[in-house]
């Protein structure tokens, strides 16, 4: 046993313990979001280091954290191009009223300044007051309704995962029989279904009872309050991944099927279930890990849709709201969330790939 | 890479006996996508949803938004084949016309798409250099905002536009241009990535050496070549171009009703709960035309590049 593998199955561990007190809907104890953090940090750090990518890491996160500046000084400066103040109400505002609430705000200010003003604040880590809830600052926002948002996505990525893998390597291993028809017409029937008309059927079905009225009430129609009410957002954003993850694991391994060294190892007379799952499947699933990317990003913005649907109190629903409402700070904070979770998950991805193989060399 | 592998490809698959005739690339694509049914048929399933969405004010029974309160929210019946929504409207033809509305998005988005990702690309590909890398970094950039929260900017910061008085041609240049935003960036990065490929190949380098212009060499030498990939990817992003389209109208950033397009009812189906077929009917519509474009892209990607083939 490795210090690496300690680390990297400690990270494992670490995460399946949190899913499943999160699951049985008990509260986790105080400090595990750090412990998980931490020794996520660790085990990358330590695979970092040990396979000699200091160098190329430190450039990715250089080139992060360019990433990032640049899109908040892209989507502030699209900001201003919205027609319409924040504070242009229905019911216009006496000229006074308004003209203190925007110099409260900075807003009377140059653009410039207010520019610089933003980065300021954003280098001391304050993402500024929200102007819709007035006095909340978009951290606190933020801090309530991204864990919301995150258990969302991790239970839809392991759904995909779950579920989309066994359903292509089952496909793949009864290759061209009615087994594999049915379950890739299964697939691309999920790659096309969009998640505003899944959501809705689900609701419909599970919660109203049409046509079943037996059914009637079965699952809870909206909200996010215990793991009963996660079933059908899990479901609905999980689908089209689940679909993709199926079909690209299914190809990969027909590729990975007709590789020499599987040919070898049946000439040898190895088992065919352990060619399969221990010499295809591992190779297989290099592309699988490469959608991932991609998919992560999917799921971001299919969150949008899903939190609408079902009412869910996570980010979606704030930001469609906070563009609407022109509340700067609020879209701001939103998209530099949503940002840097979607670099970090790159290059997590692109870090994973030297772990299961170690052939691809990043530098 | 396409070009020249497939053609190898080609003449390994099927023997040719010398006194045939020479058959181009695309008619030996155009024979292998009708041997697979499920793209065939769905090209000309495409083929039809395109006819109805050009037809639509001819063959639709009903005008799409004539309100009519005492035949509101009926199940399908006789009269209105598909049922009526919560202002009395006729579901069919809210269909038809949405069809008009969705396919007209979805494909102009994509041709949009093709003509900047493709210049920018092509650019970024044959120049190389600096020029490369500050136009990819740019994409990079562009690639990290959630397709969606740039959208929903975009979307609004277009919709408040006033470019046309006629509402209708409004919604659809802001929600237009929205997509357009996002879409080119994939196509862009195609169109580099095979450039780069065919560029160092040997007829390129004839043609070069011949002393033709750049503009001649990428209009006739390269472009076709990469032709096959890029017609995969454009029928790839007409559907997701008609999801985005559904997107914003579900959230309320793109047509608005009285407009009808698949998501605009969609929405309204959703708020309705429990008419079943408000949602089932433009979700049918939806799913068969994103499933047709689908099956689709990977008929037409196997066709076209047998080596992928199962990929």
């Avoid at chain 1, 793991?227 to 899990?234: A, D, E, K, L, R």
């Avoid at chain 1, 199926?246 to 352990?274: C, H, N, Y």
């Avoid at chain 2, 083929?47 to 001819?58: G, K, S, T, Y």
């Avoid at chain 2, 004539?66 to 202002?87: C, E, K, M």
Wanted: charged share 15%.
């Amino acid at each position: 046993m490795t210090l690496g593998k300690i680390l990297g199955w400690g990270c494992v561990l670490i995460s399946l313990a949190g899913i499943a007190l999160d699951l049985a809907d008990l509260d986790l104890p105080r400090g595990y979001g750090w412990l998980l953090l931490g020794w996520g940090v660790a085990a990358a750090s330590y695979a970092v280091v040990r396979g000699h990518m200091v160098a190329y890491v430190t450039k990715r996160l250089l080139e992060a954290a360019f990433v990032v500046f640049m899109i908040a000084t892209l989507t502030f400066v699209l900001l201003r191009f919205l027609p319409g103040g924040p504070f242009d109400a229905e019911k216009a505002l006496p000229p006074e009223i308004k003209a203190n609430i925007e110099a409260k705000y900075g807003l009377d200010k140059p653009l410039g300044e207010q520019y610089l003003d933003y980065l300021m604040g954003l280098a001391r880590g304050d993402l500024g007051e929200s102007y819709k809830y007035i006095g909340r600052p978009v951290a606190d926002i933020i801090a309530e309704t991204l864990p919301v948002s995150f258990q969302l996505g991790v239970y839809s990525l392991l759904l995909a995962f779950l579920v989309g893998i066994p359903i292509g390597v089952l496909a793949a291993s009864r290759h061209n029989s009615v087994v594999d028809n049915a379950l890739m017409i299964f697939a691309i029937s999920g790659v096309a279904l969009p998640s505003f008309i899944v959501g809705p059927l689900l609701v419909m079905v599970f919660s109203f009872g049409i046509p079943f009225s037996a059914l009637t009430g079965l699952l809870p129609p909206a909200l996010w309050e215990s793991p009963v009410y996660y079933i059908m957002p899990v479901i609905t954003l999980g689908l089209r991944p689940a679909a993709i993850i199926a079909r690209l694991t299914r190809s990969s391994m027909l590729e990975v099927i007709q590789a020499d060294f599987v040919r070898t190892a049946r000439a040898k007379g190895v088992a065919w279930p352990v060619i399969l799952y221990k010499h295809v499947l591992k190779n297989s699933l290099i592309p699988v890990l490469t959608i991932s990317g991609p998919l992560v990003a999917g799921i971001l913005s299919g969150s949008f849709i899903v939190e609408i649907v079902f009412g869910i109190p996570g980010m979606g629903k704030h930001l469609v709201q906070s563009v609407t409402n022109r509340d700067y700070p609020l879209i701001l904070g939103m998209t530099l969330v949503f940002s840097t979770m979607l670099v970090i998950a790159n290059l997590i991805v692109d870090l994973l790939y030297t772990v299961v193989d170690p052939r691809i060399k990043l530098g | 890479m396409a070009a020249t592998e497939t053609t190898i490809d080609n003449s390994a698959g099927a023997p040719t006996s010398r006194n045939e005739k020479g058959k181009s690339l695309w008619s030996d694509a155009w024979k292998r996508l009708k041997k697979n049914r499920a793209a065939y048929f769905s090209f000309y399933f495409i083929v039809f949803v395109c006819l109805i969405a050009i037809l639509a004010p001819w063959i639709a029974p009903y005008s799409y938004e004539t309100q009519n309160i005492d035949r509101a929210l009926l199940p399908p019946n006789s009269i209105n084949w598909l049922g009526t929504d919560s202002l009395g409207r006729d579901m069919l033809s809210r269909i038809i016309y949405g069809a008009r509305m969705s396919m007209a998005v979805g494909i102009f988005t994509a041709v949009f798409s093709l003509v900047v990702g493709g210049i920018y690309g092509a650019v970024s590909g044959w120049v190389g250099g600096w020029v490369d890398a500050v136009l990819m970094r740019t994409i990079d950039i562009l690639n990290a905002i959630p397709s969606l929260v740039l959208l929903i900017l975009v979307g609004v910061i277009f919709n408040s536009l006033d470019l046309f008085e006629n509402p209708e041609l409004k919604a659809l240049t802001g929600i237009f241009l929205a997509l357009s935003v996002g879409g080119w960036v994939s196509l862009a990065r195609l169109v580099r990535g095979q450039v780069l490929q065919v560029r160092e190949m040997l007829f390129v380098e004839g043609a070069r050496a011949l002393g033709a212009r750049p503009t001649r060499i990428i209009t006739r030498h390269i472009f076709p070549n990469i032709l096959g990939p890029i017609i995969v990817m454009l029928t790839y992003q007409i559907p997701s171009n008609i999801l985005f389209e559904s997107f914003l109208s579900f959230i309320g950033l793109g047509l608005q009703p009285p407009f009808s397009s698949w998501g605009v009812l969609a929405n309204d189906g959703w708020r309705a709960k429990s008419y079943p077929h408000l949602i089932v009917f433009p979700g049918m519509a939806l799913f068969f035309t994103m499933l047709a474009f689908n099956l689709l892209g990977d008929g037409l990607r196997d066709a076209l590049d047998p080596k992928l083939k199962n990929r």
